[in-house]
């Protein structure tokens, strides 16, 4: 079945340095892509999404990727401040599917 | 911030017990979902719902139940509960046709005792 693989699972790094997260899926019917932010005793929220017909959107200091002949898409956040420390979601579905399919989620650390 | 309210936020039960989690959202979203959250963090889909008097199993098998009567509301339910339905619980909506942003609502955390 469909599938989101997301990497790394858990990903500690320096304020202010630049953090990486990775996703790959399965779907070719897929056509949207979008990432969210889980603070602690929340439910999650979008924070950045991208559609097939781009390749890159930027909004700030975050920025997504997506590579539809390999596909896999990935977030970048720039200038990391203490606050973007959460669990991040990336998740694919399409206008037919009838879910949306979530990766099993990175824990982002940033030290201080 | 989105429209889309759970009650109870936190819950403690005992064993046995019947209990109904409520989800309620006024954006006028066609599908709803219900995931079931691990402490590992990973997102578990245990029902789903494309609008009015549709219910559908999600991917993780789950005891509870649900129904859509109303399009703004997708109460779940548990008819005995058991430690092993101790979880946190999250609601989410989104519109029907369009590939687009699920919305969802701040969980509710279950403990049975």
Redesign the interface.
């Known amino acids: 079945?469909e599938n989101v693989e997301q990497h790394p699972s858990t990903l500690s790094v320096q304020e202010g340095d630049s953090a990486v997260i990775k996703c790959t899926y399965s779907d070719s019917a897929s056509?949207?892509f979008?990432w969210?932010k889980?603070e602690l005793?929340?439910?999650?929220?979008?924070i950045i999404?991208i559609?097939s017909n781009v390749g890159e959107k930027k909004d700030q200091r975050i920025a997504v990727t997506l590579n539809k002949t390999a596909k896999h898409f990935s977030l970048h956040i720039t200038e990391t401040q203490p606050e973007d420390s959460a669990?991040y979601?990336c998740?694919a579905?399409?206008?037919s599917?009838?879910?949306?399919i979530?990766g099993?989620?990175t824990?982002l650390s940033i030290r201080p | 911030e989105?429209d889309i309210y759970q009650t109870p936020r936190y819950l403690v039960i005992g064993t046995g017990k019947k209990i109904t989690l409520e989800c309620s959202q006024t954006m006028g979203h066609d599908k709803m979902?219900w995931y079931q959250q691990d402490p590992g963090?990973?997102?578990h889909?245990i029902h789903?719902s494309?609008g009015v008097n549709s219910t559908?199993k999600?991917?993780l098998s789950s005891e509870s139940t649900v129904s859509r009567i109303r399009t703004e509301h997708f109460p779940l339910t548990l008819e005995s509960a058991r430690p092993s339905h101790t979880s946190q619980y999250?609601c989410?909506s989104?519109e029907f046709?369009?590939?687009?942003?699920?919305f969802?609502?701040?969980?509710t955390r279950l403990t049975v005792v």
């Open positions: 079945g056509n949207y979008p969210y889980q005793g929340k439910g999650p929220q979008l999404d559609r669990v979601f998740a579905s399409s206008s599917a009838s879910k949306i979530f099993s989620g824990r | 989105a979902y963090m990973e997102l889909l789903y494309y559908e999600g991917d999250l989410a989104s046709f369009l590939a687009g942003e699920a969802f609502g701040q969980g």
